[in-house]
């Protein structure tokens, strides 16, 4: 499950040309040669030529000229602070102890305050990096770096054992940098002990769902800001984002008069309650203060592991969709360690570490033959129809409609 903490950034739309990636296709693995890679363990009883530090041998060093100062290579991964201290489960103390345990490398994390933000920062100052490579980018992470910052922050993918099993329609990236690891889909979750919820967008303005739903911001949230976004797929951004040029996102409603700023009045109207993130919000719905939330739909593994009553953690697809926020991988343009990084972006694609991230993060795996619990299916439901936009149309346009929401809602 991805963190909840995605700042609101006003920046500058400046189309860039990334052609170079393009035609630098194929030489990623030249790239490589800048950093070094971490043998890989030897499980069994035979030697494999690692250095070990002086182990294996007769204890006399100084023949293979190491003189011991051979330490393996340390590979900093950064990321947001849930997915290595969450407050039920989360995937990276695992990760690190089983990476380790399988080369011959230390790993250590990196979880700056502002997450991604903090490397676009100071890369857009002209300041270094100090990490390898970034677990955790969203699409609109993608989107928010093009746009504020002028070099190259991430690097092409290179070579990365397993990339071909990733399924397709979580590739986020369109300048192949982002290698997804796992995805995560927003619905609704609803105590099925005190209310029903609709089926559809239009439902949840019904008199008997008033005052019944909790929201979170989507200028500070996650979740918030994908539930919006689904908003806009539904009912169309009404020439938001047009800048003058009257371009519009068509709704799948089908009507043109009709757009997603007139549904969240609406939505005020019927007394929806917009908390700040999702931990605000999922605390005030467990506290029952409403009978539903904008939330997860792998809410039922959680629920299952802290063995409560799945009837109060019902999952609703509006409309039989939901918003789909898959999750993805890269290395720094200038990282010390660019083969290692590759290395553990192999490593995260393996189908043992695939369920185990899965389960750890409560989220969906993003290989088909990732290795899971015969009842996770049952637990971790799917949409129908997951919904998302791409780069191209979240570029200059995301922020734009967040922007208009929050006039309008601090307006009402």
Known sequence: MTTDESETRRRRARPRTRRRFLTAAGTAGAAALAGCSAEQVDDGDGNDGGDGGGGGGNGTDGDDGSDGDDEPPTLTVATYT?????????????????????????????????????????????????????????????VRVDEEVDADLFAERGEVDGFDGVREGLLFDPFDRAVPFDTGYISLVYDGTAAEA?????????????????????????????????TVNRFGDGGVASDGDGETVEGEDGDSEYDYLDYWADLQANDVRVLGDWDEAYTAWSNGEAPMVVSYSTDQVFADMEGQDLEKHQIRFLNDQAYAN??????FADADEPDLARQFMSFMLEPDVQGEIAQRNVAFPAIGDAELPSDYAELAQEPADP???TYDELRGSADAWVEAWERQFAGN
């Open 82 to 142: 849930n997915f290595i201290d969450a407050p039920s489960v989360s995937p990276g103390e695992w990760l690190k102890e089983e990476f380790e345990s399988r080369y011959d490398a230390e790993l250590e994390w990196a979880t700056p305050d502002n997450e991604v933000n903090y490397y676009v920062e100071r890369a857009a100052s002209g300041a270094g990096v100090d990490a390898d490579l970034y677990v955790g980018l969203t699409t609109e992470d993608l």
């Open 198 to 230: 609709p089926e559809t967008f239009e439902g949840l303005l019904d008199d008997e769902h008033a005052g019944a739903l909790i929201a979170q911001n989507p200028g500070a949230s996650s979740t918030g800001r994908a539930f919006l976004l689904h």
């Open 326 to 331: 898959p999750e993805g991988m890269a290395v």
């Open 387 to 389: 919904v998302t936009f």
